[in-house]
């Protein structure tokens, strides 16, 4: 009995004890990590370490955004390869970056054949804006339109744009004897621009899979989406590297990139810092800022934010995790304005 009792006793002094690691602030403790948001913090060492040097408050803040997962190189091969199927290429852009969403890829792929241009989203993104891109993109073979495929805005001039730009080639057709053929579109774009909520639209049917993240469009589907017109959806494709990281933002900034693979705080830090120059009566009505929130750096602005929205953490301090997500929310839902952050 002796020994059991000491052998119990030495398993309970011998037991792992764990220490409750210092809380960092916020949800995750994201925010105390980064420069912007503390730039004098030290963490102590054991050894002394060369001094960094320290960034000051209006230093660019920017992360290496890199992604391109194994099932977009599958489908960039199956474009080249379906390409000779189709007779018209329908390419679908963020009207409010038409540039960062625009593929460069896709210009070279689908050299040669006529092409529709829809600037999606157009009821986000700055009127004048957009009617500068319509003129720039639109040429001989190239017909730019603004649309809105969840409102349906500006779909209907899909079909007769369409039927324009291949009009010799229907009526070669006809001269052969085929009263009624079959002109076939491809339709292309990236992640979460709105290739299966166009095709839905302009199908009438609930056809396409589709949802308001990136990546939800898995395998080529044809579809009919007119009288005489078929359709080809492919999944979105991005490229394997952005030469400049500007363009990886603003796809971030929009929704295509996912958020979960990104620091989101310095993501709506500089958001904010395009927000600021712009000066949207929206953005600035919103949160409730004055020309003094406008003129902090944007770490700053984006506590102020945290402030004015009742976003606070244990000790009353701001939440700008919180915060930052609300600000790319909101901007993705255009509750900020009609903002574009691109021009021709």
């Known amino acids: 009995m002796k020994r059991r009792y000491m052998m119990k006793n030495n398993r309970k002094n011998t037991k792992k004890k764990y220490s409750t690691p210092p809380n960092k602030g916020g949800r995750s403790g994201a925010r105390q990590k980064h420069p912007a948001a503390n730039p004098t913090q030290q963490k102590p060492v054991s050894k002394p370490k060369k001094p960094k040097k320290q960034q000051s408050a209006d230093t660019p803040h920017t992360q290496n955004i890199q992604w391109f997962p194994g099932h977009m190189t599958k489908t960039k091969r199956q474009i080249e390869r379906d390409l000779r199927l189709v007779d018209a290429v329908a390419e679908i852009l963020d009207a409010r970056i038409p540039t960062s969403s625009r593929n460069p890829d896709i210009?070279?792929?689908?050299?040669?054949?006529?092409?529709?241009?829809l600037l999606n989203k157009c009821d986000m993104a700055d009127k004048k804006a957009t009617r500068d891109w319509v003129n720039a993109l639109s040429s001989d073979t190239v017909r730019a339109i603004p649309v809105d495929c969840k409102s349906g805005k500006g779909v209907e001039q899909f079909v007769p744009a369409l039927s324009e730009l291949l009009a010799d080639k229907i009526d070669a057709y006809h001269k052969k004897g085929m009263l009624n053929p079959t002109m076939r579109v491809m339709i292309v774009g990236i992640p979460n621009v709105g290739k299966s909520t166009f095709i839905n639209r302009?199908?009438?049917?609930?056809?396409?899979?589709?949802a308001d993240r990136p990546g939800v469009t898995r395998?080529?589907?044809?579809?009919?989406?007119?009288?005489?017109f078929e359709m080809l959806d492919t999944p979105g494709v991005l490229w394997p590297k952005f030469d400049d990281q500007t363009?990886?933002?603003?796809?971030?900034?929009?929704g295509a990139i996912k958020d979960n693979i990104m620091d989101i705080e310095l993501l709506a830090i500089r958001l904010l810092d395009l927000l600021k120059e712009l000066k949207t009566p929206a953005f600035i009505e919103r949160y409730s800022l004055t020309e003094d929130d406008l003129a902090l750096?944007?770490?700053?602005?984006?506590?102020?934010?945290?402030?004015?929205?009742?976003?606070?953490?244990?000790?009353?301090?701001?939440?700008t995790e919180r915060a930052a997500a609300t600000v790319l929310d909101e901007f993705r839902a255009a509750k900020l304005g009609r903002i574009t952050l691109e021009f021709p």
């Open 247 to 254: 363009v990886g933002e603003r796809l971030a900034f929009t």
């Open 219 to 228: 395998g080529n589907q044809w579809f009919t989406v007119a009288k005489g």
């Open 202 to 210: 302009i199908a009438k049917k609930n056809k396409a899979q589709s």
């Open 107 to 117: 210009a070279s792929l689908t050299a040669g054949k006529p092409r529709v241009i």
């Open 297 to 319: 750096p944007s770490y700053e602005l984006l506590a102020v934010i945290a402030q004015h929205r009742g976003m606070l953490i244990s000790g009353g301090e701001p939440d």
